[in-house]
């Protein structure tokens, strides 16, 4: 694969040259410093611009319009990424080579129709459309609340910082939902075209008339260019454990802890970390695994993950409320054992071995391809090639020196009834 990143006036272009698929695969990214309040709204126009347009109004339209382009197939998304919001857009159609000279030329129409050509009646979003997609948005928001997994790492993201981004969710705010109309909204989505930062990520068999085509998509001004890092390294710290317990409806208790990773490098964010917390709580080989669930039968589910944008890591279960004081003395003793390298060479070499597997599958699917060269981008990873030869560096000995940095935060724990909150 021939990856190039071209500065055009106001907008990024990013192209992965292969011939690999029979698809070209477009990722639009629209990315701004991230506001609380605007997540709800991206989250509405992601649902919104890909269902009503002003020439295509109606899903049957749509529908016609994309089995004339040989079932182009699209979507939008709204994330969040530490600093950063973003809205994206994604399109992948049959190169003209299967299909018809020109269809190029044709995709880029629709593309155009369906991000700058949205249902607008007197200055607002039509207000059918627009209530349609708030809906949808009012409902996932709900849905959050009533699944406890979801709900409870929410909460435990709360109570780590209430000022952090860490505490804004991703699937938006009720209070923020009541808020937006059908004008403010399309005044919203004005100011994102003119002020956001704009990446343009395309792979496939391109030539260089393709690339001059999806080049002259973009007509903006002068635009601010954001560069402070995605990473976030200031969570909040604290000298005592925070333990917070909250009854719920549930029938089964859930717990999420969360740890500050302290003062890492770049090898031990991006690399050690993966290795250290699959062998903490990545699977049924992992520590957490077989000692807490396997051998004391003192919960359901358990597992660990790293969020390396804040420099975190979360350990999640699912348990019976009368096991908590021994599920975290269990835990803890694998916390202890990682710090004193009681793990053998095996359980490093199995760690490594999925993380190539995953690395390698990255290629088979186009849209992996294009969101792994995204985070390239805004997180600044190596390349597939460069990850496979540093994870090779990864030994026991930085992974015990990474467990040393494991700093034990919060202790989160979904049970029913009233609300209770502690230090210890």
Excluded: W
Excluded at 67 to 94: A, D, H, K, Q, W
Excluded at 280 to 291: C, P, Q, T, V
Excluded at 388 to 399: A, H, L, M, P, R
Aim: aromatic share 12%; hydrophobic share 30%; charged share 35%.
């Amino acid at each position: 694969m021939n990856y190039k990143k071209i500065k055009l006036q106001n907008f990024n272009l990013h192209t992965i040259q292969t011939n690999k698929f029979k698809t070209i695969t477009i990722k639009i990214n629209f990315k701004r410093p991230l506001k609380k309040e605007d997540i709800t709204k991206r989250n509405i126009l992601s649902e919104l611009l890909i269902k009503s347009t002003k020439k295509y109004h109606s899903e049957r339209l749509l529908s016609i319009a994309t089995e004339e382009l040989y079932g182009i197939n699209y979507s939008s998304y709204s994330l969040t990424s530490g600093r950063y919001g973003i809205l994206g857009f994604n399109f992948s159609f049959l190169n003209e080579e299967y299909t018809e000279t020109g269809i190029i030329k044709e995709v880029i129409e629709f593309i155009k129709e369906i991000i700058f050509n949205p249902n607008i009646e007197n200055d607002a979003f039509e207000e059918k459309s627009f209530s349609i997609a708030k809906n949808i948005v009012k409902d996932d928001i709900e849905i959050t609340k009533e699944n406890p997994n979801q709900y409870s790492l929410n909460r435990m993201y709360d109570l780590l910082d209430e000022k952090s981004f860490l505490s804004y969710h991703p699937e938006g705010d009720l209070e923020d939902l009541q808020k937006v109309t059908s004008k403010n909204l399309y005044d919203f989505y004005k100011d994102i075209l003119q002020n956001d930062m704009i990446d343009i990520f395309v792979l496939g068999d391109l030539k260089e008339e393709n690339i001059h085509e999806i080049s002259k998509l973009f007509h903006f001004e002068e635009r601010k260019t954001y560069k402070q890092s995605h990473y976030i390294t200031d969570v909040l710290r604290r000298e005592k454990v925070k333990e917070v317990k909250e009854k719920s409806t549930f029938t089964q208790s859930k717990m999420c802890i969360a740890y500050n990773l302290n003062d890492l490098s770049d090898f031990e964010r991006d690399y050690v970390s993966y290795i250290y917390s699959f062998i903490l709580g990545g699977g049924g080989d992992s520590k957490l695994f077989k000692i807490v669930r396997e051998k004391n039968s003192l919960c359901y589910s358990i597992s660990s993950f790293i969020n390396r944008i804040y420099s975190l890591m979360t350990i999640r279960l699912g348990f019976d409320q009368k096991n908590y004081d021994k599920v975290l003395i269990n835990i803890e003793k694998c916390l202890d054992d990682m710090k004193k390298g009681k793990f053998d060479e095996k359980a490093i070499k199995r760690a490594k071995s999925m993380y190539k597997n995953s690395l390698r599958e990255i290629y088979d699917r186009p849209y992996s391809i294009l969101n792994m060269y995204a985070s390239k981008e805004y997180l600044k990873l190596d390349d597939i090639e460069e990850r496979e030869k540093k994870i090779e560096k990864v030994d026991k000995n930085s992974i015990v020196e990474f467990a040393k940095k494991v700093e034990e935060n919060l202790i989160y724990c979904l049970e029913g009834g009233s609300h209770e909150e502690k230090t210890k």
